[in-house]
């Protein structure tokens, strides 16, 4: 199924783990889905996230697949293969961390782990119908995690359920502690975006079967977060792998998207983090009013694999998502479905560090939908 990149086994406990082939394993080369990067150097030590899994109940069982670098959103990855969305074939299985949400949805593991820095773990949860929560900024150690620097990327969790999504948690985060079951319904906000029909009347639909109630706001800076996330991870990841364009050994997607990065100066950095700064303001005087914020994962159903190879033409599909990496807020995609049978993701957002909270809503939610 193009889901495994490498097979590991490490550790013998119960619980069976994947990781994302951006994630440091001793021994391994770490190629992160691109051929440029297939005769690297074993890594020499563990990534800190896989320790922790190791000393806990976990075997890991494999690396994962990815779109090439990190650095694309489709999942589509030529030489290493497209990971098979399982629950919808036809459809892409959503990028960067295409590997890790297709092995939950196919069974292959309890929990996987996943990058995400513009949307890379919320994305391909909703495209394969599972669960994915990006944690908040800085929360769970990336040494030994590629690229070695990044002002947005986080490490996080897929999983079937959101009980799961915790247990992982507990093990990559030791400060994670398991809140108290919610008694009562939160006070939710619905971001006002743009998305389609379809996708909205499933949320609705979705929210009205739980019984949930939600302010309707906006956000002034939301669209200008989008773009902002956008050159920090342009510039970024030209720093991190400018050098392999001179290879010609990467896809041609990815060596179009890096050349273009390129151009990226630092004084569009700078503007990016005074817009940042006014996203992130705006957004915890709304958490001050509200638990959680709520909106769609993607603006639409995901497109079919056929129709997907201009990773640039789909770039709008991160739209609700990568702004919350700009100002580091935990958000958990949910996996709904249409009446049709096609997948929507509910995103859900929280403050910063109240990632334990934003599991408590999330399980409420779900439950009050069943």
């Known amino acids: 199924m193009n889901i495994i990149v490498q097979d590991v086994q490490k550790g013998t406990g119960t619980l069976r783990v994947m990781v994302k082939d951006s994630i440091d394993i001793q021994g391994m080369k770490t190629m992160a889905g691109s051929q440029a990067l297939m005769h690297s150097d074993a890594a020499q030590e563990n990534a800190t996230v896989v320790d922790r899994i190791l000393a806990a109940d976990c075997q890991i069982t494999a690396k994962t697949n990815l779109h090439e670098l990190a650095f694309g959103i489709t999942g589509i990855n030529h030489t290493f293969g497209t990971a098979l969305n399982p629950k919808y074939p036809k459809l892409i299985p959503g990028g960067s961390s295409s590997g890790s949400a297709a092995a939950i949805a196919a069974g292959l593991a309890d929990f996987t782990l996943g990058t995400d820095t513009g949307g890379s773990i919320r994305m391909p949860a909703a495209c394969c119908g599972v669960y994915g929560l990006k944690p908040t900024f800085n929360r769970v150690s990336r040494v030994g995690v590629h690229p070695e620097n990044s002002s947005l990327d ?201 990632d334990e909270y934003l599991c408590a809503i999330a399980k409420y939610i779900v439950k009050a939908a069943q």
């Open 154 to 354: 986080c490490v996080g969790p897929f999983a079937a359920s959101i009980e799961m999504i915790e247990i992982a948690m507990q093990i990559i985060d030791t400060d994670f502690q398991v809140s108290t079951a919610l008694t009562q319904a939160p006070k939710l906000a619905f971001l006002n975006v743009q998305a389609e029909t379809e996708v909205l009347e499933c949320i609705h639909n979705y929210l009205n079967q739980a019984k949930i109630v939600a302010s309707a706001v906006s956000l002034e800076h939301f669209e200008a977060a989008f773009s902002a996330g956008m050159q920090m991870i342009n510039y970024e990841n030209w720093q991190s792998y400018g050098d392999l364009t001179k290879t010609h050994l990467l896809g041609a997607d990815v060596q179009q998207r890096l050349l273009k990065a390129a151009d990226t100066t630092l004084a569009q950095v700078e503007q990016a983090q005074l817009i940042k700064a006014d996203f992130s303001a705006e957004l915890d005087v709304l958490l001050d009013q509200y638990d959680a914020l709520i909106l769609p994962t993607l603006p639409q159903i995901p497109p079919q694999v056929v129709d997907a190879e201009n990773t640039a033409a789909f770039l709008n599909l991160t739209s609700l998502v990568r702004p919350f990496n700009l100002s580091g807020h935990p958000a958990i995609s949910l996996p709904l479905e249409t009446e049709t049978g096609l997948p929507v993701g509910l995103q859900i957002v929280a403050k910063h560090g109240a």
